[in-house]
């Protein structure tokens, strides 16, 4: 059996940051911290999900997971 996460990436308001939406370039490096993370823990796999959304940040997810390659 293989443990992991999964995401679609999604940038939606942050209760605690008055609703305000993060950048994508900040939800962007959130999601790399969060891979990375991942991959510290001992975690198999992270999944991402490609959606051409604006409340979307990962619509090249392959992109994504080669930077975050680079850093795990």
Do not use: K
Not at 35 to 59: K, M, N, T
Request: hydrophobic letters at 45%.
């Amino acid at each position: 059996m293989e443990l992991g996460l999964y995401s679609f990436a999604e940038n939606t308001p942050d209760a605690l940051n008055g609703n305000a939406l993060q950048s994508p370039a900040e939800r962007l490096r959130d999601l790399l911290e969060e891979i990375e993370l991942a991959d510290q823990l001992g975690l198999d796999f992270y999944g991402l999900g490609e959606h051409h959304r604006p409340d979307y940040v990962a619509s090249a997810p392959v992109t994504v997971l080669a930077a975050a390659a680079a850093r795990t």
